[in-house]
């Protein structure tokens, strides 16, 4: 059995990390890390677990961990990790982390859109990006993960095939996201509060988001040029989900059945994104609760452009289920292994 343990477990993420990994059948949680409720039973925390989970909140004792644990999960704010992670606790155990702090390789970038110095540069090289339909092959026997983020999960995988065959003008890239509250966190904020966000929809952090610079990295590795991009996230009154749709100017005409067959020889053999009909657009509801991106692409031959969309739970394919997609990859098993989630509806 892997021995797994959790710093951040009573956040969302931590807690979709729970959820799923009761259910894997070589994983057993041996640490329910959270600094706010040390000391207290996880399931009176979260009471869906109830009977369920049995043990009690300890604190976020790495070096302790690091002895007991095969995989460490953090699900922690940005720059906590980066300011306690050495060689030598990855000597003794690998680690996945969903936050940012190892996913873009250019650490003034990091520090410029995060604000906050990175005090473990020397790690930053050896952390692989953790997006397993792209870099399958190096996440195995990795010992540190950048869980990427989520809408860099879905904005990168509903874009991936076109910029790598090189049929967009990268330059002309428009990314609309829409996210569920539930990726802001658990914590108490005004602006998350029932009565500001339900019957309204916003936009935040226009030109500024923090997910930009991490998707143009991966778009700039896709496509082999330096890409620059509007992106801009909206907040939508439901719990979960993520919905973007992707402009971009094709640098030749071709065919929507074209690029369909692109897309179809891309992901034909991926678990988890799976390619909708032609004329069917993704959404959310269909998606809720499971490791799945739904995608599909229409091409506007008016303006010559292709539009790309796609849709997956925030929660699991953009956090939790795909930091379990990683450590599957890393200990050797089928990458679905505990994830055959189906999607809840309603």
């Not at 894997?24 to 890390?33: A, D, N, T």
């Not at 966000?197 to 916003?202: A, L, M, P, R």
């Not at 801009?232 to 640098?251: C, E, Q, S, W």
Request: charged residues 20%.
């Amino acid at each position: 059995m892997i021995k797994v343990g959790i710093i951040g477990a009573t956040g969302y993420a931590g807690g979709e990390l729970v959820r799923i990994l009761l259910g894997h059948p070589e994983v057993k949680i041996i640490w329910y890390g959270s600094r706010s409720y040390i000391g207290e039973e996880y399931a009176s925390v979260y009471r869906n677990m109830f009977e369920l989970v049995e043990g009690r909140c300890l604190d976020d004792n790495i070096e302790e961990l690091a002895q007991q644990a095969d995989v460490i999960f953090t699900a922690t704010p940005q720059g906590y990790l980066a300011g306690i992670l050495t060689k030598e606790l990855l000597a003794k155990t690998k680690v996945v982390d969903l936050s940012a702090d190892y996913r873009i390789k250019d650490v003034a970038t990091y520090e410029q859109w995060y604000g906050i110095s990175h005090q473990s540069k020397e790690l930053i090289n050896e952390a692989v990006y953790g997006l397993c339909e792209i870099n399958r092959e190096q996440i195995k026997g990795a010992r540190l993960i950048a869980n990427p983020g989520c809408y860099p999960t879905c904005s990168t995988l509903a874009i991936y095939p076109l910029a790598k065959a090189g049929l967009i003008e990268m330059n002309t890239l428009i990314i609309d996201a829409k996210s569920g509250t539930s990726g802001a966190g658990r914590g108490a904020k005004v602006d998350n509060l029932y009565c500001e966000v339900n019957e309204s929809i916003k936009a935040y952090g226009v030109a500024s988001h923090r997910h930009t610079p991490e998707i143009e990295e991966q778009l700039s590795y896709a496509s082999g040029e330096a890409v620059v991009l509007n992106f801009t996230p909206h907040l939508v009154p439901m719990n979960r989900g993520i919905l973007i749709t992707a402009y971009g100017a094709l640098k030749e005409k071709v065919s929507e059945e074209e690029i369909r067959s692109l897309y179809e020889e891309h992901y034909q053999q991926e678990k988890f994104v799976r390619l909708l009909p032609s004329g069917q657009c993704p959404e959310t509801r269909w998606v809720k609760g499971s490791n799945y991106v739904d995608v599909n692409v229409k091409v506007d031959s008016r303006t010559n452009r292709v539009i790309m969309m796609g849709a997956m739970d925030n929660l699991v394919k953009g956090a939790a289920g795909q930091a379990v997609q990683n450590m599957n990859l890393i200990f050797g098993l089928p990458e679905n292994t505990g994830l055959d989630l189906v999607p809840m509806f309603p």
